[in-house]
């Protein structure tokens, strides 16, 4: 085989690749959740709930699921004249599925219930992949939420949203554990575990974070 020969068949070889790359990352159609793979960088500042749907709907597309609507499973509360929000209003009527194609709940009732498909090996990312938890290193256990067991906001004075995710600084998320498991005051809630040491990605590391949220599909 001369040297032509030589790079045709190598370029042939990365195309190849690349496209069983490509179709690696294709997730399920039905795919309507996900734990992002990846943060804003930038600790508890998404950019708002709108930044963070930005987030949602980016990551989605990247594995062709872009032409669903997708929002950010985050609260926020009362804040300048602005009402509060709750996550489970903002998720659509379900039901959704996994990157493959595994029901994790069948509607906002079911989501917030025992009866729920959450489980470490079912909430994965965009990619199909499953999030280090409890016992892994690093462990990003911590999922930002804001939220309380039930989905709402809380109507406390103290920060559970890091500035209705606008702070890297000072203040406190509320955070549900993926795997369910590890410490806190609701040790196995997905959704509702405990506040963060901080906002800063730092701070999110800490207590076993990283930045990292779920996403919902609204269609």
Request: charged share 15%; proline share 2%.
């Amino acid at each position: 085989m001369n040297k032509m020969q030589l790079y045709f068949s190598a370029a042939i070889m990365f195309c190849v690749l690349g496209v069983l790359s490509v179709s690696a990352q294709k997730a399920d159609p039905k795919m309507s959740f996900f734990i992002v793979s990846s943060g804003a960088g930038n600790g508890a500042d998404l950019g708002g709930l709108a930044g963070a749907d930005r987030r949602c709907q980016m990551l989605a597309r990247a594995v062709g699921t872009g032409s669903r609507t997708w929002r950010a499973y985050l609260s926020t509360t009362v804040s300048g004249g602005r009402s509060a929000v709750n996550a489970r209003d903002r998720i659509g009527s379900g039901p959704w599925y996994n990157s493959k194609g595994v029901q994790i709940a069948r509607n906002v009732d079911d989501l917030h219930s025992d009866n729920n498909n959450l489980t470490k090996e079912t909430q994965l990312n965009e990619l199909g992949r499953t999030n280090n938890g409890r016992g892994d290193s690093p462990n990003r256990h911590d999922i930002l939420t804001g939220s309380q067991l039930d989905g709402t906001a809380s109507s406390g004075s103290e920060d559970t949203t890091c500035q209705n995710w606008t702070s890297h600084g000072e203040g406190s998320a509320q955070v549900g554990h993926h795997d369910r498991t590890g410490g806190g005051q609701n040790p196995t809630s997905w959704n509702s575990a405990h506040g963060s040491k901080g906002c800063s990605q730092e701070n999110l590391q800490a207590t076993g974070g990283d930045g990292l949220f779920y996403c919902f599909a609204i269609d």
